[in-house]
């Protein structure tokens, strides 16, 4: 089965830099790749996500990119604010067979300093 | 709109007594459901998922199970709770038809503390 690795576990930031969470994922059949971000206290919920027919995507401060080869995709935030605390999770899937979960990873906890 | 209803939001069951925990979806048709399980520093675990009533897909043998009486309600249930059951319980669902893409929607969890 698919297998997604995340790193860092912990990222700790100064207000306005810049923040980078990487994943890697196993299976090269993949072809959806969302981040899911939780608040402490609340229900993780979608930010962005890409699909493997395109190499980035950009959202006002927050940019994913996919790098099929080597199978991994990465989470960039700019210009990083307080309230961008949070955990981060990346996923991947599949389609065909059992194409209706995501594998997580672990999670990234960002701590935006003030 | 659509509304997702998981409860309780806590719950603190002695070893070996049972377990159910109800998730419900408002708003919508044969959504797609999940169970995950978040240990801390463990991510996102899938436990269950269901296509349709009565179709439950077990990802990972446990002493847990899952059923779908109806089509919108998604239960999570144990016959004898382990200490090792503790953990926080999300229930989620997808839009029918979004094949393997598509955001998940998940509940507000159940935080499950075995003693």
């Known amino acids: 089965g698919e297998n997604v690795e995340q790193h860092p576990s912990t990222l700790s930031v100064q207000e306005g830099d810049s923040a980078v969470i990487k994943c890697t994922y196993s299976?090269?059949?993949?072809?959806?790749f969302p981040w899911y971000k939780q608040e402490l206290g609340k229900r993780p919920q979608l930010i962005i996500d890409?699909?493997?027919?395109?190499g980035e995507k950009k959202d006002q401060r927050i940019a994913v990119t996919l790098n099929k080869t080597a199978k991994h995709f990465s989470l960039h935030i700019t210009e990083t604010q307080p309230e961008d605390s949070a955990v981060y999770f990346c996923?991947?899937?599949?389609?065909?067979?059992?194409?209706?979960?995501?594998?997580f990873g672990k999670g990234t906890l960002l701590t935006v300093n003030p | 709109s659509q509304t997702i209803h998981q409860w309780p939001a806590t719950l603190v069951q002695p070893v070996g007594s049972p377990l159910s925990l109800e998730c419900t979806v408002e708003?919508?048709?044969?959504?797609?459901l999940y169970w995950y399980r978040q240990a801390a520093g463990r991510g996102l675990q899938l436990l269950f998922y269901?296509?349709?009533?009565?179709?439950i897909s077990s990802e990972v043998p446990q002493n847990l199970s899952a059923s779908r009486p109806q089509d919108r309600q998604f239960i999570l249930s144990s016959k004898k709770l382990l200490l090792s059951d503790s953990s926080f319980y999300l229930c989620?669902?997808?839009?029918?038809?979004?094949?393997?893409?598509?955001?998940?929607?998940f509940g507000e969890g159940s935080r499950l503390t075995v003693l």
């Open positions: 989620a669902w997808k839009h029918p038809g979004t094949a393997n893409t598509g955001e998940l929607f």
């Open positions: 299976d090269s059949a993949s072809n959806y």
């Open positions: 890409i699909r493997s027919n395109v």
């Open positions: 996923a991947a899937s599949r389609s065909g067979g059992s194409n209706y979960k995501l594998t």
């Open positions: 708003g919508t048709s044969n959504p797609n």
């Open positions: 269901s296509v349709g009533i009565g179709q």
